[in-house]
């Protein structure tokens, strides 16, 4: 396993990643001798693609670093949280939280769901100077392999190695940080993709130009002005800051991104037409609405000819409907006209002073395609200052985060990148307070969806005696949660949920399984590096120091069944196995050749019981006899009815 990974990262060069993707899609330019025909490549594009000898690039110190950071595998293993997986509201939640680091929680996040995800927002460090950032990693690389791995000088070796080892906090130590992440990130977007990523003026202009290299200059979407705050430090003596940024990539340039402005004066609920004549049905809300808290019984609002009636009684709650709501015309318009815009996909909104309809052009117009590049934080309670409400309203406690996002915020651009799939991955690789996850949920109790969070947090120590971390680390301690940063959001996922239900009872998952990133420690790997394969004797204090359901969770993964995956024990004379669709894993010691006629009886007699791989825990077992012994027993398969080809693989 760890062993396996450490070996094949020795041979890992910068452009491997890149060089494999050649080599799939343009076999022919590659030479006898492994090397790529440049020429022969040009020639293969040509008909298709412009080919300039000038271009414009962005260029830092530690550039090839950290494209060497994205390609090499990671060595950490997944543990799973079971004590609180195995919680009925979590047992069989899809939604994940991942303690660790967010560039080896990404490698291991692609093993399983490449090209899955249709969302990812992120709010990284800013690098402001005042917000923490320094750039810290644990590759002990010397100077000469730096020199041989990236073809580069001693000089610029040197100065990559400043960088990674004495907490820089400089442009290219923050560009070297982001790069292999956003790379990875890429991978995880489906073809219809979207990632958002907040900024500010510090690093903006950066970040723009590595998402070109990384996205493509083609696939930028936009770039969303969001007001951040009600007002600013007017004593500042420099332009004051009211706003951040939010830059909008996709995977695909032709990917449609559904939004619309909030309307300054009055609500925007969603309407769809039933098939009631000349009856509309508003969804809870797109944004807040001005309605005031209550009941509205059933009943005629407005008055003379722009007046409705209200079908059914409904609530209001912290200004929206918390549920959907029903009205009959007559409207502005004629019934005929107001059919012919619906039929075109226009949006309807109600006025929430007089319940007057109003149409607004479709959102995949040419006129308004998309989000807009400006966000009014202030309009529809979207601002800093709402996300420090929000957390006080959870925690009750001030300052538990500094900075958090509000959760309408994350509601306006999750429907924006995830359109109307109620089913699509959302991923928040720098998850903080847990904004996106709350948000998730948020959008899920609305329209009973079925979106799935994936977030991943740095479990940082926090400091009782640091100004900002303090309140989170004393809130963290009075409810007996380990004072790390992960469990802020971990926390608050569960108290969101509870407040969530309390108030829609919506039918949605509001459990989440929960995950840490560890690195073996290094008496298990010296371990690890002197075990014997030839030996006789199995060393089961390393399947001690990893535990079981560590290696069945990281191996699950790392085969592409993710971190929800529908496992099977099987008894085997009194060894237990564990199958997983084509998977068979034997990681425990004790396997014997009564063991061995039991599995050839599994295949042998249950018709679905077909598994292709059988992956053995190479220190639990002597390879060659019980290999030997797998192989004399299975080998009759290959003769049989079923004509399976079973694989047998050690991992270390």
Not at 8 to 29: G, M, S, T, W, Y
Not at 222 to 234: A, C, E, P
Not at 258 to 278: A, V
Request: hydrophobic content about 35%; proline content about 3%.
């Amino acid at each position: 396993m760890i062993k396996d990974i450490e070996n094949q990262n020795d041979n890992i060069a910068v452009c491997d990643k890149e060089i494999a993707v050649l080599r799939e899609h343009f076999p022919a330019c590659f030479k006898t001798d492994g090397s790529f025909d440049i020429e022969r490549f040009k020639e293969e594009i040509n008909q298709k693609v412009d080919i300039t000898k000038e271009g414009y690039e962005l260029k830092f110190l530690g550039k090839s670093y950290a494209k060497l950071l994205a390609s090499l595998d990671t060595t950490t293993v997944i543990t799973p949280n079971e004590e609180h997986n195995n919680l009925p509201l979590n047992k069989d939640s899809e939604n994940i939280y991942i303690s660790g680091d967010n560039l080896d929680g990404l490698k291991h996040l692609l093993k399983s769901y490449d090209k899955s995800v249709k969302c990812i927002y992120i709010d990284p460090p800013y690098n402001t100077g005042s917000d923490g950032f320094v750039y810290n990693d644990t590759f002990n690389f010397t100077s000469e392999e730096l020199q041989k791995r990236l073809s580069v000088d001693e000089e610029e070796a040197e100065r990559i190695l400043e960088l990674t080892t004495k907490g820089a906090a400089s442009h290219s130590a923050w560009l070297m940080f982001m790069y292999p992440r956003l790379q990875l990130a890429k991978d995880l977007l489906n073809n219809d993709g979207i990632i958002f990523i907040s900024i500010d003026d510090n690093e903006q202009s950066g970040l723009k130009l590595i998402c070109d290299d990384i996205c493509g200059e083609e696939n930028f979407a936009g770039n969303i002005t969001w007001s951040k705050k009600r007002k600013g430090s007017f004593l500042s003596k420099r332009v004051i800051s009211l706003t951040e940024y939010i830059l909008v990539y996709s995977k695909n340039k032709e990917t449609k991104i559904f939004g619309g402005k909030p309307d300054e004066n009055e609500s925007q609920p969603i309407i769809k037409r039933t098939n009631s004549e000349r009856t509309l049905t508003i969804s809870k809300n797109l944004a807040k609405t001005k309605l005031k808290d209550g009941i509205y019984e059933s009943g005629r609002y407005g008055k003379g000819s722009s007046s409705v009636e209200l079908l059914k009684e409904t609530k209001v709650l912290n200004g929206l409907f918390v549920e959907d709501v029903i009205l009959k015309g007559p409207f502005t318009w004629s019934q005929g006209n107001l059919d012919e815009e619906l039929e075109k996909g226009s949006r309807v909104v109600i006025n929430t002073k007089s319940f007057q309809p109003r149409v607004f052009k479709k959102q995949d117009d040419d006129a308004s395609k998309g989000l807009p590049s400006l966000i009014i934080g202030k309009d529809f309670s979207a601002t800093n200052e709402d996300g420090y409400e929000e957390l006080i309203d959870l925690f009750g406690v001030e300052k538990v985060m500094d900075y958090p996002k509000p959760v309408n915020l994350l509601d306006y651009l999750v429907k924006g990148g995830a359109f109307f799939e109620k089913d699509a991955i959302i991923v928040d690789f720098f998850s903080g307070s847990a904004t996106t996850a709350h948000s998730v949920l948020n959008l899920n109790s609305e329209d009973e969806g079925k979106r799935k969070f994936i977030s991943i947090q740095l479990p940082e120590i926090l400091l009782e005696n640091n100004k900002s971390q303090k309140n989170a680390y004393n809130f963290l301690k009075k409810i007996n949660r380990p004072t790390t940063l992960d469990y802020v959001g971990f926390e608050r996922i569960i108290r969101a949920a509870k407040k969530i239900k309390e108030e829609t009872n919506a039918d949605i998952d509001y459990g989440f399984k929960h995950y840490i990133l560890n690195e073996p420690n290094q008496n298990t790997l010296d371990k690890c590096e002197s075990f014997d394969k030839a030996s006789l004797i199995a060393d089961n204090t390393i399947l001690d120091d990893f535990g079981v359901p560590t290696v069945l969770t990281t191996w699950l993964n790392y085969d592409g069944y993710g971190l929800n995956p529908n496992i099977s024990k099987l008894d085997l004379a009194g060894y237990e196995a564990y199958h997983c669709d084509k998977h068979l894993y034997l990681i425990h010691t004790g396997f014997t050749q009564e063991s061995a006629i039991a599995l050839f009886k599994e295949y042998e007699t249950k018709g679905d019981f077909n598994p292709e791989n059988i992956i053995l825990f190479g220190y639990s077992f002597n390879e060659w006899s019980v290999t030997e012994m797998l192989e004399k027993n299975l080998r009759i398969l290959n003769d049989s009815e079923k004509n399976l080809k079973v694989n047998i693989k050690v991992r270390y």
